[in-house]
């Protein structure tokens, strides 16, 4: 199995420019998720996702766009690239057990995005 | 807002020595989850425990929950060099599909 694989691994966008972060797990995990961690602040989520056609937001999920179409993928769209989305942006998916979501995360390598 | 707030932000011990790094969190949760994360790479997961369990252990790791007291503690005995790295707690609120990260412990084990 590859786990949860990322790309591109790093990227440098300007201001206004859109691109997707692609995100695909070969574990057919329900649950899916993007994260984006800044110095200091840990991991804030994004967008998560329970189930093929599922999605709902996170603690920060102005200027992102998800969808889940498929099981296995679940890109994160910026629309307009802004400097604040500067970050590393980690995806990361689990199964759904014991009646509750997010359980054990397995997190992909991450993406260095640099807006300037 | 982050759920976790771990504590200390930085810890710095000898090797041989344990560690112990706290996560206190605000609101009833379903399970918590600690994470390790080495510079530049991503997170990788240690051990979860649910609200109701009270200890868990995995290896030279453990891991307690207080739910009255809204915290958990992780303790890695024995450090090692390689043991260095951030450490995260998430925890998964009540009847909810989010799972919330604090802010870390930065742990140095020196040689």
């Known amino acids: 199995n590859a786990g949860v694989t990322q790309t591109p691994k790093f990227q440098v966008l300007k201001t206004g420019q859109s691109m997707t972060l692609q995100c695909a797990q070969d574990m057919n995990h329900e649950y899916m998720s993007w994260y984006r961690q800044d110095p200091g602040m840990g991991l804030r989520l994004i967008h998560y996702?329970?189930?093929?056609?599922?999605?709902d937001q996170g603690e920060v999920p102005n200027g992102y766009n998800v969808s889940r179409s498929t099981t296995e993928d679940f890109p994160l769209r910026l629309l307009s690239a802004a400097p604040s989305q500067t970050s590393v942006y980690f995806c990361?998916?689990?199964?759904?057990?014991?009646?509750?979501?997010?359980?054990?995360?397995?997190f992909g390598p991450g993406t260095r995005l640099t807006v300037l | 807002s982050q759920q976790g707030e771990e504590d200390p932000q930085a810890l710095s011990i000898q090797e041989g020595e344990n560690a112990t790094m706290n996560c206190s969190y605000k609101t009833s949760i379903n399970n918590l989850q600690w994470y390790r994360q080495n510079s530049g790479r991503g997170l990788v997961h240690l051990i979860l425990?649910?609200?109701?369990?009270r200890e868990k252990h995995s290896g030279r790791l453990r891991v307690t929950l207080d739910t009255s007291k809204k915290s958990s503690s992780l303790l890695i005995t024995a450090s090692r060099a390689a043991d260095t790295a951030s450490y995260f707690c998430a925890t998964l609120a009540g009847g909810g599909n989010k799972l919330t990260f604090g802010t870390g412990t930065q742990l140095k084990v020196e040689l």
């Open positions: 425990i649910r609200s109701n369990e």
């Open positions: 990361a998916s689990s199964y759904v057990s014991g009646g509750a979501s997010a359980d054990t995360q397995y």
């Open positions: 996702s329970v189930g093929a056609g599922i999605t």
